[in-house]
């Protein structure tokens, strides 16, 4: 039985090598080529997602320059408005220094005022019980 095992493979082998297109591959060779081309398509799938990937990534990086330049903007802005925030205090700070000089002046002047119209009236007589405009134009005259 060995022997017509072996006289049968040596025939198959014959016709094999005559013909190999028309008889079948083994199924180990069949298996072997499932199992590539299952390979090629999940390589293909890889490479498929792997572009959409760079693409991706691509569109992230222009999306973070335009938020790095965005925050620089911003940063500019912030520093213009800290200068301008910081002399505008410095402008508060002499404004009010000086209204409270003037306010102290204003105070100084009013009791000027008052001490003078006090003094002016130290210096009126007030005369009680005779009619007004009676002494015409010459005032002295008419006292004396």
Request: aromatic share 4%.
């Amino acid at each position: 039985m060995q022997r017509d095992y072996t006289a049968n493979q040596q025939a198959f082998s014959k016709r094999d090598s005559a013909c190999s297109t028309l008889v079948p591959p083994p199924r180990a060779t069949l298996q072997n080529l499932l199992i590539y081309r299952t390979m090629v398509q999940n390589h293909e799938q890889t490479q498929r997602e792997s572009r959409k990937m760079k693409a991706a990534s691509r569109q992230l990086q222009l999306s973070i320059k335009k938020v790095v330049k965005s925050c620089q903007d911003i940063g500019v802005c912030i520093a213009t408005m800290e200068t301008r925030t910081e002399e505008l205090e410095i402008e508060v700070k002499a404004a009010t220094a000086q209204t409270t000089t003037q306010g102290q002046q204003i105070s100084d002047i009013q009791w000027k005022l008052e001490d003078a119209e006090n003094r002016q009236r130290r210096n009126n007589l007030r005369i009680l019980g005779i009619a007004e405009d009676l002494e015409g134009q010459d005032t002295r005259a008419y006292i004396a």
